[in-house]
T-cell receptor, first 115, second 113 residues
Framework: DAGVIQSPRHEVTEMGQEVTLRCKPI?????LFWYRQTMMRGLELLIY????????DSGMPEDRFSAKMPNASFSTLKIQPSEPRDSAVYFC?????????????FGSGTQLSVL | SQKIEQNSEALNIQEGKTATLTCNYT??????LQWYRQDPGRGPVFLLL?????KEKRKERLKVTFDTTLKQSLFHITASQPADSATYLC????????????FGTGTRLLVSP
């Protein structure tokens, strides 16, 4: 099992540019989560999907953030336009909701730096 | 508002001792609580889950307690080793129909040889 795969691992961009983060969940999982981690605020849930449908996006900070899950094996988180305060580590996680253990499996994250 | 508190200061202990980490919460009634380990540059890794009707859970050298009256969970690592050095996160979940975990900011544990 390859685990949750995120790309890129690192992204450096300039303010105002569009940024797209990618995630491939574990095969067979039906729930996918996007988290953002900073020193000050820790891990914050941005949005989560169940069976490719967005269930709760109340954590998405602004309209500049959008997320899609076109199929069970792929999701994107887009920031347009990016701002320096968006700099953080973005994690994708997946799980099988309704299984016997509700633990989350996290990817290695994307370190985003907006200059 | 919901608040989850973990000691922001690093916990330094000697190898072989028991490490005890604390997770306190307010304005929340979790159905279960989870603990994760996070190493630098990596995503969190699940360690243990304990439900609201369970007082204690063990897994090898790990022990978790859950006191819904005190609104507190304690995470113990017995016979600690330098390889246990990492940041440990607690996460609370509610019976909302869908999994929605809220994480604490984590406590960094340093185990010295």
């Amino acid at each position: 099992d390859a685990g949750v795969i995120q790309s890129p691992r690192h992204e450096v961009t300039e303010m105002g540019q569009e940024v797209t983060l990618r995630c491939k969940p574990i095969s067979g999982h039906n729930s996918l989560f996007w988290y953002r981690q900073t020193m000050m605020r820790g891990l914050e849930l941005l949005i989560y999907f169940n069976n490719n449908v967005p269930i709760d996006d109340s954590g998405m900070p602004e309209d500049r953030f959008s997320a899609k899950m076109p199929n069970a094996s792929f999701s994107t988180l887009k920031i347009q336009p990016s701002e320096p305060r968006d700099s953080a580590v973005y994690f994708c996680a997946s799980t099988l909701f309704g299984g016997t253990n509700e633990k989350l499996f996290f990817g290695s994250g994307t370190q985003l730096s907006v200059l | 508002s919901q608040k989850i508190e973990q000691n922001s200061e690093a916990l330094n202990i000697q190898e072989g001792k028991t490490a005890t980490l604390t997770c306190n919460y307010t304005n929340y009634s979790p159905a279960y609580l989870q603990w994760y380990r996070q190493d630098p540059g990596r995503g969190p890794v699940f360690l243990l889950l304990i439900r609201e009707n369970e007082k204690e859970k063990r897994k090898e050298r790990l022990k978790v307690t859950f006191d819904t009256t005190l609104k507190q969970s304690l995470f113990h690592i017995t016979a600690s080793q330098p390889a246990d050095s990492a940041t440990y996160l607690c996460a609370l979940g509610a019976n909302t129909g869908f999994q929605k975990l809220v994480f604490g900011t984590g406590t960094r544990l340093l185990v010295s040889p």
